[in-house]
């Protein structure tokens, strides 16, 4: 089973603070996360894949 992640746990791994996080969200930059569950309080996941991905695609955005 994938690993999923918290908001704290992106956060830690660096991609920039949590209102950075939402707004690439929205713009589509970021991954989406995934609900667990089907209620508007069901927690937020991230696949961890999704997250390694954009850290690894990164440095395409610069130019390296």
Known sequence: M???LTMEDVIEIGVGK???IWK???TGEF???IRLGNSH???LRWKRSDIDN???NLG???GS
Do not use: Q
């Open 24 to 26: 690439k969200v929205k």
């Open 31 to 33: 991954p989406k996360p």
């Open 2 to 4: 994938e690993k999923l």
């Open 41 to 43: 309080s069901s927690p």
């Open 54 to 56: 954009y850290v690894n």
């Open 18 to 20: 949590r209102t950075t």
């Open 60 to 62: 395409s955005h610069y």
